[in-house]
């Protein structure tokens, strides 16, 4: 690693963190202030709300403190003339921009694994804090196909990772031949076991003489293989928290069950691709730097630059909003208009660059 790039990225990450943190304090802060007299007395749990606040927050704050960072520091550079010193020692444009690249590149793959992780969730806990709830989550009336089965359950307890009262429907043909009636269920091995099991068959040729229906009962039997906890509560409560783990084993068992992905697929790529939006807008306000500042306006170029993020950021935002609904497709609603994003925010910058 040269000199010059060492000087660049310690001048670029004392900034970002600065960004950050401040960002960080402001959001939280207030979120703090405003939602204080619901929040619990518990010194345990309002570190707690804290803590997964925090988290949220970042998952907002870190792309955008990427951008204002790098702006903060052309600003700096170009006010202390280090740009002209920069040209004046042969740097190119590549060797003044590129470890910015990098550095950011890394920060949202960080950002990504920690999304990997149950923090992903930290929007729905720090809700269940001020709701008096995060103790005991319990969702009820969850219904699914899976199958040829229907399941029914009445009660879901994700933390604990069970259910009660639980009814599976097996169907043919439009037609319920087996039903199977549990008080419980537990979440091992990757599959539902459901205990104390009341099954019931519906013989295939009724007759008014002799059809009887075939009642017996099991200690046990396991369902719903890969339908994990969390993915039941999100996926049938609408919601649209999960890990990229989650939402990658939800994504493959509704698509296995010929169910709607599009919510799934959303959730996907707005935590994996999305974030990446801040690259192409890093190179947008480099082109846009002047050498010196005699000419140029600071301000005017620190104004647009932080409005343009901000504009851009939004835009993905209300974008990702709407394909939560289930209503659009997420390959024209988010991948397509990224697409779109890239080669614009290319020609604008190569054109710029060789005018």
């Avoid at 009820?140 to 229907?150: Q, W």
């Avoid at 399941?151 to 307890?157: A, C, I, R, S």
Wanted: charged share 15%; glycine share 4%; aromatic share 16%.
């Amino acid at each position: 690693m040269s000199i010059l790039t060492k000087f660049i990225l310690k001048k670029y990450i004392f900034n970002f963190f600065i960004v950050l943190i401040s960002l960080e304090l402001f959001f939280v802060g207030i979120d703090y202030l405003q939602n204080f007299k619901n929040i619990p007395e518990s010194a345990n749990l309002q570190l707690l709300y804290i803590l997964y606040n925090s988290f949220f927050t970042l998952t907002l704050a870190l792309p955008l403190s990427i951008v204002f960072g790098w702006v903060i520091t052309l600003v700096i550079f170009i006010k202390n003339n280090e740009f002209v010193a920069f040209n004046a020692l042969g740097a190119t444009r590549n060797e003044i921009f590129m470890p910015i690249i990098f550095i950011s590149t890394f920060l949202l793959i960080s950002l990504i694994a920690l999304q990997m992780t149950p923090l992903a969730y930290s929007y729905e806990q720090k809700r269940k804090i001020l709701n008096n709830e995060y103790f005991t989550s319990t969702k009820s009336d969850i219904f699914l196909k899976y199958n040829d089965y229907y399941v029914y359950f009445k009660k879901l307890l994700p933390l604990e990772k069970k259910a009660e009262n639980i009814h599976i429907f097996k169907v043919n043909n439009s037609d319920v031949v087996e039903t199977i009636i549990g008080e419980k269920a537990y979440f091992q091995n990757n599959k539902w076991y459901v205990v104390d099991v009341k099954i019931i068959n519906k013989p295939e040729n009724i007759n008014v003489d002799n059809s009887k229906l075939d009642i017996r009962y099991e200690k046990f039997l396991h369902t719903l293989d890969g339908f994990k906890p969390k993915i039941l509560d999100n996926v049938y409560e609408s919601k649209t928290d999960f890990s990229i783990f989650d939402a990658v084993s939800a994504l493959i068992l509704l698509k296995e069950q010929g169910i709607n992905t599009q919510k799934i697929r959303g959730v996907i790529y707005n935590q994996i691709i999305i974030p990446f939006f801040v690259l192409p807008m890093i190179l947008l306000v480099y082109a846009y730097a002047s050498l010196n500042s005699r000419f140029f306006n600071l301000g005017k170029f620190t104004s647009l630059s932080i409005f343009g993020t901000l504009i851009v950021w939004g835009f993905f935002f209300m974008l990702f909003k709407l394909t939560s609904s289930g209503s659009i497709v997420p390959e024209f609603s988010l991948l397509l208009p990224m697409l779109i994003w890239l080669i614009l925010s290319t020609y604008i910058y190569n054109k710029k660059i060789n005018s």
